[in-house]
């Protein structure tokens, strides 16, 4: 079975400074792909990043890079030069071979300090 | 652009009632979902659908239907509400086959109280 993995609650960074948020994932499928979202505290969904699991490049999307390692089964989101809008939950989410369903981590809680 | 709407945005029920979320979107998704998200415990896939007449069972089924007569509806159904379904539901949606590296567009959930 498909699993997602974030071990990390809660994390802290200050203001202007990188913060990585961990995840890790099961799956037997060779064809995934990997997502990032942000859920504000208003509570809407934001779509940050994709990482497809045959992409040999990291993705990348402004401030918003994903550290692929593929044999070691983790996508980690590396947000860089943090601001206190970065604030939020952050998810991360599996999506299966067929592309019919994503599963998602449960989630790190981001605080960045001024 | 509506994107995913639903409704009602919040709900309180007693236990033993039954209701349908709504969900509808817009821009001809084949695939919809439905999750939960529950403190520490992120967003678990209830249902999924990958076009209409097309369903299937996500993580956490038990207690939940679903039905997917047109592209554009994919409502959510409570049987019998118990205070353990307390929870905010999300509508997701997305392209189907061939473009999964899109990602799911959200609805802004639906809070539901079961007392």
């Known amino acids: 079975a498909q699993k997602i993995t974030q071990t990390q609650p809660g994390m802290f960074v200050q203001e202007k400074e990188a913060v990585t948020l961990d995840c890790t994932y099961d799956t037997s499928d060779q064809s995934y792909g990997l997502f990032w979202y942000k859920q504000p505290s208003s509570g809407e969904m934001i779509f940050l990043i994709y990482?497809?699991?045959?992409?040999?490049q990291n993705a990348t999307e402004g401030r918003y890079s994903l550290n692929f390692q593929k044999a070691r089964k983790s996508a980690n989101l590396v947000i860089s030069a943090s601001q206190l809008g970065d604030s939020a939950m952050y998810f991360c989410?599996?999506?299966?071979?067929?592309?019919?369903?994503?599963?998602f981590g449960a989630g790190t809680r981001l605080f960045v300090k001024a | 652009n509506a994107g995913v709407t639903q409704t009602p945005k919040f709900q309180v029920l007693k236990t033993g009632q039954s209701m349908t979320l709504q969900c509808a979107q817009d821009m001809n998704h084949e695939y919809m979902s439905w999750y939960r998200q529950d403190p520490g415990m992120g967003l678990r896939l209830i249902h999924y659908?990958?076009?209409?007449?097309?369903?299937d069972q996500g993580e956490v089924p038990n207690g939940y239907n679903v039905s997917r007569s047109t592209t554009e509806d994919f409502p959510l159904r409570l049987l019998s509400a118990a205070p353990s379904q307390t929870s905010v539901y999300f509508c997701?949606?997305?392209?189907?086959?061939?473009?999964?590296?899109?990602?799911?567009?959200f609805g802004d959930g639906t809070r539901l109280s079961i007392l």
């Open positions: 659908s990958v076009g209409a007449g097309i369903t």
């Open positions: 990482q497809g699991s045959y992409d040999e």
């Open positions: 989410a599996m999506r299966d071979t067929g592309g019919f369903k994503t599963i």
């Open positions: 997701a949606s997305s392209p189907g086959q061939g473009m999964s590296n899109q990602p799911q567009h």
